[in-house]
Protein backbone atom coordinates (compact mmCIF):
# COMPACT_ATOMS: atom_id res chain seq x y z
CA UNK A 1 0.00 0.00 0.00
CA UNK A 2 1.51 3.49 -0.57
CA UNK A 3 0.74 7.01 0.75
CA UNK A 4 -1.93 8.71 -1.52
CA UNK A 5 -0.30 12.00 0.07
CA UNK A 6 3.27 11.60 1.86
CA UNK A 7 4.20 14.29 4.49
CA UNK A 8 6.76 15.37 2.33
CA UNK A 9 4.01 16.48 -0.05
CA UNK A 10 1.70 18.07 2.45
CA UNK A 11 4.94 19.91 3.98
CA UNK A 12 5.80 21.19 0.50
CA UNK A 13 1.78 22.54 -0.12
CA UNK A 14 2.04 24.25 2.96
CA UNK A 15 5.27 26.43 1.82
CA UNK A 16 2.82 27.45 -1.42
CA UNK A 17 0.11 28.32 1.28
CA UNK A 18 -2.17 24.94 0.63
CA UNK A 19 -4.02 22.69 3.61
CA UNK A 20 -3.92 19.50 1.59
CA UNK A 21 -6.03 16.45 3.36
CA UNK A 22 -7.46 13.69 2.16
CA UNK A 23 -10.83 13.02 1.58
CA UNK A 24 -12.34 9.36 1.84
CA UNK A 25 -14.33 8.13 -0.53
CA UNK A 26 -16.84 5.47 1.33
CA UNK A 27 -17.21 8.20 4.73
CA UNK A 28 -16.33 11.35 3.35
CA UNK A 29 -14.32 11.99 6.29
CA UNK A 30 -11.60 14.26 6.09
CA UNK A 31 -8.13 13.21 7.42
CA UNK A 32 -5.28 15.71 7.87
CA UNK A 33 -2.02 15.82 8.09
CA UNK A 34 -1.89 12.63 6.15
CA UNK A 35 -2.04 9.46 7.09
CA UNK A 36 -2.20 5.88 4.57
CA UNK A 37 -5.69 5.72 5.53
CA UNK A 38 -9.02 7.20 6.96
CA UNK A 39 -8.68 7.85 10.40
CA UNK A 40 -12.55 7.36 10.84
CA UNK A 41 -13.49 4.11 8.45
CA UNK A 42 -9.95 2.80 7.72
CA UNK A 43 -11.14 3.13 3.99
CA UNK A 44 -8.42 3.28 1.59
CA UNK A 45 -10.08 5.07 -1.49
CA UNK A 46 -8.92 8.56 -0.50
CA UNK A 47 -8.97 11.57 -2.64
CA UNK A 48 -6.59 14.59 -1.85
CA UNK A 49 -8.68 17.95 -1.26
CA UNK A 50 -7.44 21.44 -0.44
CA UNK A 51 -8.61 22.60 2.96
CA UNK A 52 -9.49 26.36 4.03
CA UNK A 53 -6.83 27.56 6.51
CA UNK A 54 -9.65 28.83 9.74
CA UNK A 55 -10.67 26.97 12.24
CA UNK A 56 -11.03 27.10 15.98
CA UNK A 57 -8.95 26.57 18.76
CA UNK A 58 -9.63 23.05 20.82
CA UNK A 59 -7.14 23.10 23.31
CA UNK A 60 -3.40 23.93 24.04
CA UNK A 61 -0.15 24.08 25.70
CA UNK A 62 2.25 25.91 26.75
CA UNK A 63 5.66 24.34 26.03
CA UNK A 64 8.16 25.48 28.79
CA UNK A 65 10.95 22.98 28.27
CA UNK A 66 11.35 22.86 24.67
CA UNK A 67 13.20 19.48 22.42
CA UNK A 68 16.56 19.25 21.34
CA UNK A 69 17.12 22.07 18.77
CA UNK A 70 14.49 24.33 19.82
CA UNK A 71 15.30 25.15 23.27
CA UNK A 72 15.84 28.99 22.50
CA UNK A 73 12.55 29.09 21.04
CA UNK A 74 10.72 28.16 24.58
CA UNK A 75 8.48 29.16 26.00
CA UNK A 76 5.87 28.58 23.37
CA UNK A 77 1.95 27.64 22.72
CA UNK A 78 0.98 24.14 20.95
CA UNK A 79 -2.30 24.56 19.80
CA UNK A 80 -5.13 21.91 18.91
CA UNK A 81 -7.31 23.55 16.12
CA UNK A 82 -10.22 21.76 14.39
CA UNK A 83 -10.56 22.98 10.78
CA UNK A 84 -14.04 24.27 9.44
CA UNK A 85 -14.17 20.99 7.40
CA UNK A 86 -14.01 19.01 10.74
CA UNK A 87 -10.42 17.23 11.13
CA UNK A 88 -8.46 18.63 14.17
CA UNK A 89 -4.90 19.50 13.33
CA UNK A 90 -1.99 20.84 16.15
CA UNK A 91 0.69 23.53 15.35
CA UNK A 92 2.36 26.76 17.03
CA UNK A 93 -0.23 29.28 17.88
CA UNK A 94 2.08 32.16 17.29
CA UNK A 95 0.31 35.48 18.23
CA UNK A 96 0.15 35.68 21.82
CA UNK A 97 2.63 36.00 24.13
CA UNK A 98 2.68 32.43 26.10
CA UNK A 99 2.82 34.08 29.39
CA UNK A 100 -0.82 35.49 28.87
CA UNK A 101 -2.32 31.93 27.61
CA UNK A 102 -5.33 31.51 29.10
CA UNK A 103 -8.81 29.62 28.57
CA UNK A 104 -9.70 32.48 26.83
CA UNK A 105 -8.26 30.68 23.77
CA UNK A 106 -10.65 28.20 23.67
CA UNK A 107 -13.14 28.62 20.74
CA UNK A 108 -10.89 31.48 19.32
CA UNK A 109 -11.29 31.67 15.43
CA UNK A 110 -7.68 31.47 13.84
CA UNK A 111 -5.92 31.03 10.36
CA UNK A 112 -3.37 29.07 9.19
CA UNK A 113 -0.24 29.53 8.05
CA UNK A 114 3.13 27.78 7.86
CA UNK A 115 6.52 27.81 8.95
CA UNK A 116 9.76 26.21 8.58
CA UNK A 117 10.80 24.42 11.80
CA UNK A 118 14.88 23.32 11.97
CA UNK A 119 15.42 19.74 11.96
CA UNK A 120 17.16 17.92 14.49
CA UNK A 121 18.79 14.41 14.55
CA UNK A 122 15.43 12.43 14.68
CA UNK A 123 14.49 14.16 11.61
CA UNK A 124 15.08 14.15 7.62
CA UNK A 125 15.88 18.39 8.27
CA UNK A 126 14.13 21.36 7.95
CA UNK A 127 10.17 20.69 7.33
CA UNK A 128 6.85 23.05 7.06
CA UNK A 129 4.58 23.10 10.06
CA UNK A 130 1.40 24.92 10.33
CA UNK A 131 1.18 27.61 12.50
CA UNK A 132 -2.01 29.63 14.10
CA UNK A 133 -2.59 33.48 14.09
CA UNK A 134 -5.85 34.99 15.38
CA UNK A 135 -8.54 35.42 12.62
Same mark, same amino acid.
Given at each position: ? $? ?6 ? =??? *? #?? &? ?50 ? $? ?6 ? =??? *? #?? &? ?53
Amino acid at each position: M $EYKLTFKE =YAK *A #LT &KGKLLGLKCKGCDNITTPPKMTCQECGGTDLDIVELSKRGKIVTFTVVNVAP $EGRQNEAP =YII *A #LV &KLDQGPWIMGNLIDIDPARASMDLIDKEVTIGFRVFPGDRFSPGDQARPVFSFA
